[in-house]
């Protein structure tokens, strides 16, 4: 596509439950990042991946969220046992190697009530 | 990581230029500035970015002090839609793990 996709748009869940989140990166992007934006916050980052390697792992909140990517291409981010504290809305970029602008996706908004 | 400083928030004149402080006193030799702006709700958009050379492009300038421990946005002729949290972020290491931070809320005014 044009441009990073990511999908739902928005998600709703029940606290206690599990989500995924999907990035589909611009094609021939090497490099994919996710990150998370609370309400009026600056962004956070939580992973990087280089191809389907994540060399960085060190902003992931806590062992209740993970992420892969494969054939170098889409990546899933996944909240297990969602609390309300992960509500946010969690953003996926991509560039094509590290040293170049990064082109970010819409984001999906995440609500756990 | 070096870190960056911005002002919370700055008022300019439609039609006006607006110049948007980014102070970086702890930017190593290899490390680019880079600028991005986030309008309400939408994912954060790549304006400019540059080493230690003054930068133009269509959106915007960028000017690097010397010592490239400060450096300015530029936008020349601010518009509403200009209206938006500009991010300054120094890149190290791998990929854009530096933190954006709170950046600068630019209102635009008529």
């Known amino acids: 596509g044009a441009g990073v996709s990511q999908s739902p748009s928005n998600k709703v869940t029940e606290k206690g439950k599990d989500v995924e989140l999907r990035c589909d990166p611009i094609?021939?992007?090497?490099?994919l990042y996710w990150y998370r934006q609370r309400l009026g916050q600056g962004l956070e980052f939580l992973i990087y991946?280089?191809?389907?390697?994540?060399?960085?792992k060190s902003g992931l909140p806590s062992d209740r969220f993970s992420a892969e990517r494969t054939g170098e291409s889409v990546s899933t981010l996944t909240i297990q046992r969602t609390q309300q504290e992960d509500s946010a809305v969690y953003l996926c970029a991509s560039s094509t190697q590290e040293n170049t602008e990064a082109f970010f996706g819409q984001g999906t908004r995440l609500t756990v009530v | 990581d070096a870190k960056t400083t911005q002002p919370t928030s700055m008022d300019c004149a439609e039609g006006r230029a607006a110049n948007l402080p980014c102070n970086h006193s702890?930017?190593?030799?290899?490390?680019?500035v880079y600028w991005y702006r986030q309008i309400h709700s939408q994912g954060p958009q790549y304006i400019i970015h540059g080493l230690k050379n003054n930068e133009t492009n269509e959106m915007a300038s960028l000017i690097i002090t010397e010592d490239r421990k400060s450096s300015t946005l530029i936008l020349p002729h601010a518009t509403l839609r200009d209206t938006a949290v500009y991010y300054c972020?120094?890149?190290?290491?791998?990929?854009?793990?530096?933190?954006f931070g709170a950046g600068t809320r630019l209102f635009v005014k008529a």
């Open positions: 991946f280089q191809g389907n390697s994540a060399p960085d």
């Open positions: 094609s021939g992007h090497t490099a």
């Open positions: 972020i120094v890149r190290v290491g791998y990929g854009f793990k530096t933190i």
């Open positions: 702890t930017i190593s030799g290899n490390e680019y």
